[in-house]
């Protein structure tokens, strides 16, 4: 892939094509992600199985070089924000849904050049469809995501974003978690698991309930038609 960007208009409905500084300075590809920081700017992971960041400025919109993360991020790749107001970024996969366990730190006041930290290791390797899920007493519930090639997973992790540390989670109760999966919270406050594809990329229909208090899975109410896949 080459570097690109485009500019949207939520009044027209409209993308204008970027070009020079308005795009990023490298290629950005799969497992790419922004964040915001404190001064309004945006820390722009460019993914595409490489440690290449760029740091984004919305007023002049331009993209400059940032830090380089301390591996490689790809598929699945994800910012966690931890107590301190650092950030714990998860590098995905290595390659086509190659899960690796490697994470970065990053200091959105203080890292603004060289190579970030290296953060802390995974439990289970992170891929395709990585999610942080937040809980009530302040931790994470973390579905890694595919397993190895379209295999999805019904493994977890917990994420402790003051000790930042990862432990090993109780599995998901029915649903394999795979390329394609999501979540999203109910008005009851529980947390609702697509799971997306599970072996050889095939669709599923069963899903998974996470409590925002204990971080329990149980079965969720399956899809009744069309099953969800990646």
């Known amino acids: 892939p080459a570097a690109n960007a485009s500019i949207y208009d939520p009044s027209t409905g409209t993308t204008t094509i970027q070009s020079g500084s308005s795009i990023p300075t490298a290629a950005n590809g799969r497992g790419g992600f922004a964040l915001k920081r404190p001064d309004g700017k945006f820390l722009v992971v460019l993914g595409n199985f490489t440690a ?9 919109n331009t993209f400059t070089v940032g830090p380089s993360l301390s591996g490689n991020a790809g598929m699945g790749a994800s910012a966690i924000l931890n107590t301190d107001g650092t950030y714990t ?17 990053y200091n959105p006041v203080r ?79 529980f947390w609702q698991i697509i799971g997306g594809a599970t072996t050889g990329g095939g669709a599923q229909t069963s899903t998974n309930l996470i409590n925002p208090y204990s971080g329990v899975s149980s079965i969720g109410a399956p899809f009744t038609t069309s099953p969800a896949g990646k």
């Open 111 to 189: 890292n603004t050049v060289g190579t970030m930290q290296a953060g802390p290791t995974l439990t289970t390797g992170a891929n395709c469809s990585f999610t942080a899920i937040p809980l009530k007493n302040g931790m994470y519930k973390i579905l890694p995501g595919v397993a190895d090639g379209t295999t999805g997973s019904a493994t977890t992790m917990n994420y402790n974003p003051t000790s930042k540390q990862f432990t090993a989670g109780t599995a998901l109760t029915t649903t394999l978690a795979g390329c394609g999966a999501f979540v999203f919270q109910r008005q009851d406050g």
């Open 52 to 60: 290449t960041t760029n740091i984004y400025d919305p007023i002049s």
């Open 89 to 105: 970024i998860v590098h995905g996969a290595s390659s086509v849904q190659v899960a690796q366990t490697t994470s970065s730190i």
